[in-house]
């Protein structure tokens, strides 16, 4: 094998070799990873620019693959994913897993230390740049928090989350059923599929990880009137949840033209509503794939 290199001085992109070694990235992976690296360090991560950017290629992506890339990439310790208060998701790329380490680890020890000052002198705290505004919570899980088993307060005291927040991840296992549903991730698929029309989803507050929780389990493994599965992973999950808030778009009611009222994710997720987008059948059908 030949590799033809060109010289470069401009336009090109430097990727640490942590990035290629065997046996810990899928090639998709790795492809998402040097493209988010080839960005500006001020670059936003977004989903569904992610999803456009493949858009006209023979192998497009949906914004189902595209979260379980990230969730890959997170896993491996690339990637770490940020909430912040406003409800916002920020994500913070590395190009070896070590400066993630290093970078959380800064991060305890800064808050470490702001927390001491507080108890010694509020006031100089304050100075110091220690009162928190919009403050970035991780919503990273163990594999315990993930699980069927019941998490210790130190599980979460760990992840930087409240027992309410938990469920941000999804993984297989064997009773899938049993895993916590994505929850922050469907947030980000709704604001991302109707944000532009509809009221963003900001707060996820105990009746809205309930009814999450409780249309994604119902649809979870359950099959159409033709007899075919809707969803049986986090993957083909979310792929199905983008298309039923798509199907929300195609009615111009939900949309408020009648100029009163419209739609919003609460609305959506009550259970005759619900029914109502699922079995929603616009004259021309425009949602590919269907829900």
Not at 52 to 80: C, M, P, Q, W
Request: hydrophobic residues 35%.
């Amino acid at each position: 094998m030949s590799i033809i290199r060109s010289k470069r001085d401009r336009h090109y992109t430097v990727i640490d070799n942590a990035v290629f070694e065997s046996n810990q990235l899928s090639f998709q992976a790795i492809g998402l990873l040097s493209f988010l690296l080839s960005k500006p360090d001020d670059w936003k991560v977004n989903i569904q620019a992610l999803v456009n950017h493949t858009a006209a290629t023979n192998r497009a992506i949906k914004a189902g693959v595209v979260y379980s890339l990230l969730k890959e990439l997170i896993d491996a310790g690339f990637v770490l994913r940020k909430k912040r208060q406003s409800g916002e998701v920020d994500y913070i790329i590395f190009d070896n897993p070590e400066n993630k380490k290093q970078h959380e680890k800064s991060l305890n020890t800064k808050s470490a230390n702001c927390e001491i000052r507080k108890l010694r002198n509020p006031q100089i705290a304050k100075s110091a740049n220690c009162v928190k505004r919009d403050v970035l919570v991780s919503t990273e899980v163990n594999n315990q928090v993930l699980s069927n088993k019941s998490p210790s307060t130190d599980t979460y005291a760990n992840a930087s989350m409240s027992p309410a927040d938990a469920g941000d991840e999804f993984t297989l296992g064997d009773s899938p059923k049993k895993q916590a549903p994505p929850i922050n991730q469907l947030i980000d698929v709704y604001n991302q599929t109707l944000g532009d029309v509809l009221p963003n989803a900001q707060i996820i507050n105990a009746k809205r990880k309930a009814s999450l929780s409780a249309r994604w389990r119902e649809m979870l493994g359950s099959k159409t009137p033709s007899g075919k599965v809707r969803y049986y992973d986090l993957t083909s999950g979310l792929e199905w949840w983008s298309r039923l808030f798509a199907k929300v778009k195609l009615n111009p009611h939900w949309l408020g033209a009648s100029g009163t009222w419209r739609a919003d994710l609460d609305w959506i997720l009550n259970p005759s509503n619900f029914a109502k987008v699922l079995e929603y059948r616009p004259a021309q059908q425009q949602a590919q794939g269907g829900a």
